[in-house]
């Protein structure tokens, strides 16, 4: 029997394995709560919303689950499966097992753009809109400088990153600087250590308009990722337009960790972390594991989610469950040399 052979099963398996562990995750995390609902009402809940059942059960449970379990495990979901293929896409476009979503300054212009609406306005929809926006303009800042010292390098956009980054978090500095600290300053700062407490289905409807076209279009241009992967010079050799494929690529990943950030806040880690536990389990292939750290980036944040909501009374904003547990994990990794990079 060839390798090749031998690996079909353990494959096969680790593909059943990522379709239905989200699925198995999405139904338990309904039951998660200080409000217990029985498994069966769960179901029954959510199956009545398209078939003619007619509800045996209380509207407080309805509630629970479809105004308040819901749109979190949703949110959950889509937030670490977003930037989880982001984190992905961007180690594929840059070469580098070192970048993340956050590299060209998404997470600090978010921020910055956050902490304005919530000095202005103080309303949800402007920080969600404000974060999506800022967020957005820091990775064009990255491009601008980029195009206008004609540095048509990976490497001087990383750096791009880091300086915009600095001076988003400097002008974010500036702005806890002069809040209240009686009311606006603890808002910041809850913001950016990220949460899903809050999350309702009209704050979804945004994100989901976004996330899930520029997933569809990474997953559609996975396999480029691999001829990108040999290098420019081959890749161009190979009929690919190399310039033109980083751009896009780079576009919809930042448009996806963006859009993720504006309804939970910075929540780390993700978009390091999971793409090298997927290549661990399906190699570097890009074609596999772009689907898999899909799977495994949902399935990581909705576990985070559901830890935060029950292990204490006050709940434990993501941003530090996912560095405690991230930074460690990833050092462990890094110093067996387990990466999984190729």
């Not at 998660?32 to 009402?41: A, C, D, K, N, Q």
């Not at 889509?78 to 293929?85: N, R, S, Y």
């Not at 700062?189 to 976004?210: I, K, N, Q």
């Not at 980036?297 to 469950?321: F, K, M, N």
């Amino acid at each position: 029997m060839s390798a090749l052979e031998t690996h079909k099963p353990a494959r096969s398996l680790a593909a059943l394995l990522l379709i239905l562990l989200p699925i198995i995750l999405f139904l338990l995390s309904f039951l998660l709560g200080r409000y217990p609902v029985e498994p069966f009402t769960v179901i029954k809940v959510i199956a009545a919303q398209f078939l003619p059942i007619t509800p045996s059960w209380p509207p407080v449970v309805a509630s629970v689950v479809l105004d308040v379990r819901l749109p979190r495990v949703i949110a959950a979901m889509v937030v670490g499966g977003g930037l989880a293929i982001a984190g992905a896409s961007y180690q594929g476009v840059f070469r580098n097992p070192l970048v993340s979503p956050f590299t060209l300054g998404v997470s600090a212009g978010a921020g910055f753009g956050a902490a304005v609406a919530i000095l202005l306005f103080g309303e949800r929809y402007a920080t969600q809109a404000c974060a999506f926006v800022f967020g957005l303009l820091a990775v064009a800042m990255c491009f601008a400088m980029n195009r206008f010292f004609r540095l048509n390098s990976t490497i001087a956009l990383v750096l791009g990153g880091i300086i915009v980054g600095s001076l988003f978090t400097a002008l974010l500095s500036l702005l806890k600087y002069v809040a209240d600290p009686n009311s606006k300053l603890p808002v910041i700062e809850f913001w950016l250590l990220g949460s899903l407490s809050s999350v309702s289905t009209a704050d979804l409807v945004p994100v989901l308009v976004v996330t899930i076209p520029c997933v569809l279009g990474l997953l559609a241009l996975r396999w480029r990722l691999n001829v990108l992967a040999m290098g420019d010079e081959q890749a161009g050799i190979m009929g690919v337009e190399v310039a033109r494929l980083r751009l896009v690529m780079i576009l919809l990943s930042t448009l996806i960790a963006a859009s993720a950030v504006s309804i939970s806040g910075i929540i780390g880690w993700v978009g390091l972390v999971i793409p090298h536990f997927a290549r661990i389990i399906v190699g570097p292939d890009f074609r596999r594991l772009l689907p898999a750290t899909l799977s495994l980036g949902a399935c990581y944040l909705l576990i985070i989610d559901d830890l935060a909501r029950t292990v204490t009374s006050a709940e434990v904003p993501l941003g530090i469950l996912t560095a405690l547990i991230g930074a460690p994990v990833f050092m462990l990794l890094l110093g067996r040399g387990r990466l999984g990079w190729a």
